[in-house]
């Protein structure tokens, strides 16, 4: 039995936190809101799993930066986003804060609301360190809930990151009415562009064909259960976007990320076409249908 400390106490900490403990294990769960002390909480514990959103990472790194964590304790982010000062992603955070324990990257097509209805799943830990992978597949696997390991961390938090930019792009589409083939082409030429950033961070071309690329992709951008989608089909309905992200339940990721990718992009010299239509979009430079056709009439191409 290990001790597990979950930050965040949103849907997808308390959700994991439910898998956890199912297993047995001792969960203490922890929030901005939570009376007990950090001291008291992380005490002794094997595993600390983020679950916050990405503006709150830096937050709680320097906190547990003050702790005495031990240096065999597993860190754990669960996290799908970019830092907006310096473009990098949550596991590269904690790796840096904590540059003595092995850090695991959770990802994968998991719908908060289908786990905590205990539907079947799959996810992935991702970890340069195989065991600290290991002992974290073992803590949260379960019948309904089966997960893989994967030694390319940073494949894995990109593909889980970058589809949230492709899911608002995938609600807008669902959103115009579009239909089924504007939308598989869409999906197909959003993956491209994410191994296109993915590859050119460092990350390997094959992780974004498992679960936490194409397997996240589908989930996210065909489901009204995610957020991004959500974002993006309702932008078509011809609402503005501050009064989408007000009514929202919980962060949707993908806006922030599409500027820090879209910095990222021009910096790197890399294409992201779909990206930029949708930044265009968020910042109300574009109408849906404008974004749409943008796309529809680029130079034509080899595939």
Known sequence: ??????????????????LASQNGHDVRLWSRRSQERLEDVFKDVNIILSAVSMSGVGFVVQNLQRLDIYPDTIFITATKGLDTATTRTPSQ???????????????????????????????????????AAEVVQKAFSSLNFRVYTNPDPLGVELGGTLKNVMAIAAGTCDGLQLGTNAKAALLTRGLAEIIRVGTDWGAK?????????????????????????????QLAQGKMLSEILTHLE????????????IERANRRGVSVPITYQVDRLLKGEITPQAAVEALMLRDTKPE
Not at 99 to 123: D, H, M, Y
Request: aromatic residues 8%; neutral net charge.
């Open 205 to 233: 071309a094959e992780t974004f064909y498992g679960l936490s690329g194409l397997g996240d992709l589908l989930a996210t951008c065909n489901s009204n259960l995610s957020r991004n989608y959500q974002v993006g089909y």
């Open 93 to 131: 955070i904690w790796q840096a804060a904590f540059p003595e324990n092995p850090v695991v990257v959770l990802s994968g097509p998991n719908l908060s609301k289908e786990i905590q209805r205990s539907l079947p799943a799959a996810t992935v830990v991702a970890s340069t360190h195989a065991k």
């Open 1 to 18: 039995m290990s001790k597990i400390a979950i930050i965040g106490a949103g849907v997808w900490g308390t959700a994991l936190g439910f």
């Open 250 to 261: 919980g962060t949707a990721e993908g806006v922030n990320t599409t500027a820090v990718l």
